[in-house]
């Protein structure tokens, strides 16, 4: 890890981060309803995530996240992958982003007004590897424990990856964000009486749920989610739509600049990045409909 960011701060005050890159993906016709989403491509198409990688720079990001937020051990696992080629998959997600990001460094053109581009290592949480809609609720069958078993050893995989940093995206609970803070310092076990012990004593006691009302939970989730199947209401992206005037190629939907004060949100069910407050535009008297 660098303090890249801290200097980029420093010299312009803001950051650009890519779009959604499932988005993309789809955008440009890859099918990703797959349990891995677009880590799949790390595996069938790496090129093509590299591709997108480096159509987001050309777009004028400052920082792109690598095709990992849906990877982990347990799921390459299920897929039947060895744990060395889990972690070779892991490894490589990075590899593509920091490979645009030479490619496109290495022209003296694309350094003029800018600071070096930087590649954050994508963590997912527990829900995106349960694919159930929980990444949105935290509300998982496992204790605090039972969550720093499942992120630590990918943890330490992408923070020794090359990455310049590491985004840990869609956390839906204070109790899944302190165990990653707790395998980023090596330790998770909270000190007695403190807010993170009380905070884990809350998650042991919600993993005790009887099964029946973890079922019940799972079918208001579930009937939350479909409330409507119409189409959801798309948000713009960073380096993307919402790039008022930006010449578009050809050979990309993405235009080549982006405006330093566009926010990056979420369109769809392409990219899971995205707040809360994104994905229920109808609580606000918005016209956008619940999610499908």
Request: glycine share 10%; charged share 25%.
């Amino acid at each position: 890890m660098s303090d890249s960011l801290s200097a980029l701060l420093d010299r312009q005050g803001v950051a650009i981060l890519d779009g959604g890159l499932a988005t993309e993906l789809e955008a440009r016709g890859h099918d990703i309803g797959d349990e891995l989403w677009s880590a799949r491509l790390l595996i069938d198409d790496p090129e093509s995530l590299r591709g997108v990688h480096r159509d987001y720079l050309l777009a004028g990001a400052d920082c792109i996240v690598s095709a990992s937020y849906q990877a982990s051990f347990a799921g390459f696992r299920r897929r039947g992958l060895s744990e060395r080629e889990a972690t070779r998959l892991l490894r490589r997600s990075v590899e593509l982003a920091r490979q645009a990001r030479d490619e496109l460094w290495s022209a003296p053109e694309h350094r003029r007004g800018r600071r070096r581009p930087l590649v954050a290592a994508g963590i997912g949480p527990y829900g995106a590897f349960l694919a159930d809609g929980s990444e949105y609720t935290g509300i998982y069958d496992l204790d605090a424990e039972g969550l720093a078993r499942f992120h630590r050893h990918r943890l330490q995989v992408l923070a020794t990856s090359g990455a310049d940093l590491l985004a840990c995206e869609t956390i839906p609970s204070a109790v899944e964000a302190r165990v990653l803070v707790g395998c980023w310092r090596g330790s998770t076990e909270p000190a007695p009486g403190s807010p993170s012990a009380a905070a884990t004593a809350g998650a042991s006691r919600m993993a005790a749920i009887s099964p029946p009302a973890r079922r019940r939970r799972r079918r208001r989730l579930r009937s939350w989610r479909s409330a409507s199947t119409a189409p959801r209401r798309t948000i713009s992206t960073v380096c993307s739509s919402a790039c008022a005037g930006g010449w578009r190629s050809p050979s990309s939907s993405i235009p080549t600049r982006a405006r330093s004060g566009t926010r990056r949100a979420a369109s769809g069910r392409g990219d899971r990045r995205t707040s809360r407050a994104t994905w229920q535009p109808w609580r606000r008297g918005g016209s956008g409909s619940a999610p499908g």
